[in-house]
């Protein structure tokens, strides 16, 4: 049986972390430690894992900065990225919550929790995880904090991703960079159409939305003009999308040299699986695809690919010696073959391959409209949504709310109750939520992230006096 590969960075290994090792072992994964950042990138241009998870035991600042680079190394975007929580770094929460990591996994979980969990967040499909019958009632309304990214700024329109799923005519209120930069803690903003292709970040579906509305009421004109003097400066434009299906580590670090990624947004295959399902939402312009990854057991997956390509994205097939006939409808897919990679392959990109850019659909109707770069802070943005907590323990959260959450959404939960005994936010992650809601009302069910310890005390305390009395 083919074992798959964890990668755990953290600055030391103790006992507690070799028992968890031992436990993935036993189902079939691999853990590799790491003391050094530089050395696991190191490996993963080698050799890819599909797991990477990062501890928290390494100074806040360091550790966000990790977490922002994992989840912006091409390599790798197709990994599950996950926290180990061992002390509640509530900063570090925050930075993984809004870079889409898949889950923040307590530490003083039982053994069998934690294994539960961390399948849960790793499976490529639902897996089953242990719900909780004998929840208490708390009908306390909470705020929830929703993450979001926005890929593009227009004169009054936006394009966002997030695992919020509103309909087309919600109001939402939106924090972040951009909205503080218009000297507002919230911007109101109104959905106008969804989409579930061309996306960008490490979320399942984008919305535009218009934001000119609520700003030319509540902000400052001088603020305005600023912000979008500020995104036109950091612009990089409706970048091409380009897409590698290799699997040789040597040719995928070749490509990636010549791939500026802020010329170029660029995704990676992680595994034969998301040589499918990642170009359906990701729509590249071009694809890099390694000869044997065409034709024998693999045709089937490849051609399974070009059925969600645009029709004016073109395929280079590399180390073949013909063209594999590919078509798309009843018109030839652009296709070239190379044999090995050429020097000039710069030229080639820029005169070649994307010369179909041309017949692009774009994703913005506004011609103004900027592209803030990944790491700019106009890209943050958080959904503000009221709902209700309507039961409870130390582990799970029944929550209702007017907007559906996606499954495995990441969220943060602003209550009093918990601030108090959690020293901070509430993290939960979303475990199931429903299509279908009653009367505009959605119920989900999430799991905490925060460490369990402090509600498991309360949940005790409170059991002892209910005994007494």
């Keep these: ?281 990701f729509s590249p312009d071009l694809v890099f695809v390694e000869d044997r990854l065409t034709h024998g057991d693999a045709k089937r997956s490849f051609y399974e690919l070009l059925r969600f390509l645009p029709e004016h994205a073109c395929i280079v097939t590399i180390g073949g010696r013909e063209n594999p006939s590919a078509k798309n409808g009843n018109a030839p897919r652009r296709t070239w073959t190379l044999k090995h990679v050429p020097v000039n392959l710069s030229e080639l990109i820029e005169r070649e391959y994307l010369a179909g850019l041309a017949q692009r659909k774009p994703n913005s109707n506004d011609k103004q409209a900027s592209f803030p770069p990944a790491d700019h802070p106009y890209s943050f943005a958080q959904l503000h949504l009221t709902a209700e907590l309507v039961k409870a323990d130390y582990l799970q959260f029944n929550i209702r709310t007017t907007t559906r959450i996606g499954p495995y959404s990441l969220l943060k939960i602003i209550s009093p109750r918990f601030q108090e005994k959690l020293g901070g936010p509430l993290y939960v992650k979303v475990i199931e939520s429903p299509e279908a809601g009653s009367s505009g009302v959605y119920l989900c069910k999430a799991h905490i992230c925060n460490l369990t310890q402090a509600l498991r005390q309360a949940s005790q305390t409170t059991d002892q006096v209910a005994g007494e009395s």
């Excluded at 400066?233 to 299906?245: C, E, M, S, Y």
């Design 1 to 281: 049986m083919k074992r798959s590969s964890v990668y755990w960075l953290l600055p030391a290994v103790d006992d507690h972390h070799h028992r968890r090792a031992s436990i993935l072992d036993d189902i079939g994964y691999q853990v590799f430690f790491f003391e050094n950042f530089d050395t696991l990138i190191k490996e993963v241009f080698i050799k890819r894992a599909q797991i990477l998870i990062l501890g928290d035991e390494w100074p806040s600042a360091e550790a966000i900065q990790y977490a922002h680079a994992f989840a912006n190394i091409p390599d790798i975007n197709a990994a599950r990225l996950l926290i180990s929580n061992s002390r509640n770094d509530f900063a570090l929460m925050d930075a993984a919550m809004n870079e889409g990591f898949r889950d923040i996994i307590p530490a003083d979980l039982e053994d069998h929790e934690w294994l539960q969990r961390f399948e849960f967040a790793t499976s490529g499909v639902e897996s089953i995880l242990s719900l909780h019958s004998d929840l208490d009632e708390v009908a306390e309304p909470i705020d929830i904090v929703v993450p979001a990214r926005l890929v593009w700024v227009g004169a009054q329109q936006i394009w966002m991703e997030t695992r919020s799923c509103p309909r087309v005519g919600d109001s939402l209120k939106m924090e972040g960079g951009f909205a503080s930069s218009l000297g507002l803690r919230t911007l109101n903003i109104q959905v106008q159409q969804k989409q579930q292709t061309n996306l960008t970040y490490r979320f399942s579906e984008a919305i535009i939305a218009s934001w000119y509305q609520d700003a030319v009421i509540n902000a400052d004109p001088q603020k305005i003009i600023d912000t979008l003097d500020t995104l036109h400066r950091v612009d990089l434009g409706q970048r091409p999308k380009i897409f590698l299906a290799i699997q040789s580590p040597a040719l995928r670090t070749t490509l990636l040299k010549y791939l500026d990624k802020r010329k170029y947004e660029v995704h990676t295959a992680l595994h034969k699986q998301s040589l499918i399902y990642e170009p359906k939402f």
